[in-house]
């Protein structure tokens, strides 16, 4: 038991040995390398202190040095060099060429501070030496046959400039990067409008580059000949199967939806807007090397767009065939646009100038129309309908004057649940407004009356409406001139009715009144029938639109996926070849038809546009 105890003890008085040891010359210069002294702690905060005093002080040779600098002078003047400058990487390459080193050292301070800005700069660059003359694809970035080795910073120079060479800077993007910096030093309303006050309601503002300049410098952005286009004759479309083709994209994705999509009556353009608060122009051009570029866009901040659409001045009889070389009065359009709000704006294409419109309503329609995002314009140009936000007996439809932007009249729809939706006549002098509980009221501008009523058979909430086609020269003051008639419900089924049919049943008997450009008061059957009902769509129908010769009407649903058909009139079929399976379409926010009906673009709430091809 003591043997133990006593092997326990021997260790401890060995450690008590080991303590008692005294510390070699050795084993101090170790542990003062390896932790320090006070001494050297407190030298190295004054020579901390010295260097920080004199860190901005031009260094002089006769300036006398404290006594405790001694060997670490060397040290205190590569403070102030940059890290970069202190290390090199030795490539083996020898010294650098002499025009190299001569460029080096004729470097100016600006050029310095210009790179500085960049997102990112690599001083190597300053040490690449590059041969344009050994490398036959460098040759072209050489100024003169005596170039050869040039610095990785100047070779990096020569080739944004010979990008540049090749793809020059669009003229629009030019102009918007032009207006950024306007917009950024111009001070904005507190209300968040492009306009700078809210009183004037003809206040112009000069927000986007007028349209002749547009034509100018877009090359093949040219008009569209009306009457070249009829003189070739009319195509005509075949039943069941449609020669379809898509084609480059309009536009990839944006930040919201497209609730606005609609063709130049003219000219090849697309107006898309949405509530990301930006109209933007397209040119319709699907062929490389730049398919389908934007020639011109406006942002109006904080103000989310509902409705935009193009508004061309009527034709005037003065215009004739021998004043050619004058202003084509179809450059002179403007663009209506309107959010949730008690105004709207004006952009002319042909001055650039915005207005904002806020005293168009007087009386009871003013207090009656709480907001302008319900609009549509006229074919002839003449006037604007608006959809009232009063609900009271029913709803309204207010006209105002394209011209004066004044109210002109008003027509009210007795139905319950109020307006859902309205369209103008072919010839613009009136329109055809339905209720929610389908009854539709024709109402005609000349008289200020309605003509005829009309119950949409078998309506459970209608959606919306569409007029198209022509009903012929016989019978072109017949309810406008408008042929077909498509009316859309909740239940996704769509009724289209035959408006010459009707011409069999009219009863017309004339009026007292004298004037020529009144239409007699007509009585049509009080629930026509239907040409033919369409089942296809299963979700509320929100798209309801009709070629420009009447002889295709498309019809689409937002509230699911792919929801689109195509229907060939007059036999009223639906092509049974597309859309297809693998058709891409998504969630359908808006669509529309060319004039000549030759692309049909179709836009979703990814904020994608999609554009296909109708060939005969």
């Known amino acids: ?131 344009l003359a050994s490398n036959p694809r460098l040759r072209k970035l050489r100024d003169t046959a005596d170039d050869d080795i040039v610095n990785g910073r100047e070779y990096i120079e020569r080739l944004q400039r010979q990008y540049e060479r090749l793809h020059p800077t669009p003229e629009w993007v030019t102009y918007a990067r032009k207006r950024r910096r306007l ?15 809210d009183d004037d309601a003809g206040e112009a503002l000069i927000s986007a580059k007028p349209l002749a300049d547009l034509l100018r410098t877009a090359g093949s952005l040219s008009r569209i000949d009306v009457k070249t286009t009829s003189a070739k004759g009319k195509r005509k479309l075949r039943p069941e199967v449609i020669d379809i083709q898509r084609t480059k994209e309009v536009a990839g994705g944006g930040p919201s939806s497209i609730d606005t999509l609609q063709f130049h009556p003219h000219y090849p353009l697309l107006l898309s807007a949405g509530p990301s608060s930006t109209i933007t122009l397209y040119h319709i051009s699907p062929h490389p090397p730049n398919p389908n570029p934007i020639v011109t866009s406006l942002h109006v901040r904080g103000t989310p767009i509902h409705t935009a659409q193009f508004c061309q001045p009527p034709p005037t009889t003065e215009t004739s065939s021998d004043n050619n070389n004058e202003q084509d009065p179809t450059d002179q359009t403007r663009i209506f646009f309107a959010s949730r709000r008690r105004y709207f704006h004006t952009w002319s294409l042909s001055t650039g100038q915005v207005q904002k419109i806020t005293r168009a309503m007087y009386g009871a329609a003013r207090h009656s129309q709480r907001t302008m995002e319900q609009f549509k314009l006229s074919p002839c140009g003449r006037w604007m309908g608006l959809v009232s936000s009063a609900k009271k007996g029913g709803g309204a439809i207010n ?127 009080h629930r026509p029938t239907p040409l033919r009902s369409f089942t296809q769509l299963t979700t509320p129908t929100s798209h309801l639109t009709f070629s420009s010769d009447g002889q295709m009407l498309v019809m689409a649903s937002r509230w699911k996926k792919d929801a689109l058909r195509l229907i060939h009139l007059p036999s009223a079929t639906v092509y049974r070849n597309w859309p297809t399976e693998k058709t891409s379409l998504g969630r359908i926010s808006s669509l529309a038809l060319s004039p000549d009906g030759g692309y049909l673009a179709v836009a979703n709430e990814a904020g994608k546009i999609r554009l296909w091809e109708i060939r005969d």
């Open 1 to 131: 038991m003591e043997a133990p105890t006593r092997m326990r003890k021997q260790p401890e008085k060995k450690a008590k040995g080991t303590d008692n040891l005294e510390k070699d010359d050795v084993e101090l210069r170790l542990e003062k390398a390896l932790f320090g002294d006070d001494a050297g702690f407190l030298d190295s905060l004054k020579r901390q202190d010295d260097a920080g005093q004199r860190s901005l002080v031009r260094f002089r040779d006769d300036e006398s040095e404290d006594s405790g600098a001694g060997e670490d002078d060397d040290d205190g003047r590569l403070s102030d060099v940059a890290d970069e400058d202190l290390f090199f990487l030795d490539a083996g390459t020898g010294a650098l060429p002499a025009a190299v080193t001569r460029e080096l050292e004729q470097s100016a301070p600006s050029e310095i501070d210009a790179q500085r800005q960049q997102a990112w700069y690599d001083s190597d660059d300053d040490r690449l030496t590059v041969s």
């Open 183 to 197: 917009s950024q030093d111009a001070e904005l309303d507190s209300d968040s409008d492009i306009s700078t006050g």
């Open 399 to 525: 006209v105002l004057s394209t011209s004066t932007m004044q109210w002109q009249c008003s027509c009210r729809v007795d139905s319950r649940g109020g307006v859902a939706d309205f369209a103008w006549w072919r010839d613009g002098n009136g329109f055809a407004a339905v209720g929610k509980n389908g009854e539709v009221c024709e109402y005609d501008i000349p008289t200020k009356s309605v003509v005829r009523r009309w119950l949409d058979d078998g309506a459970v909430g209608t959606t919306i409406i569409a007029l198209g086609g022509h009903i012929g020269s016989a019978h072109e003051d017949f309810v406008g001139g408008s042929r077909w008639v498509a009316l859309g419900s909740s239940s996704g089924i769509v009724n289209l009715y035959d408006r010459r049919s009707w011409l069999e049943t009219e009863k017309t008997k004339p009026t007292s009144t004298t004037n020529a450009g009144l239409k007699p008061s007509t009585t049509v059957d």
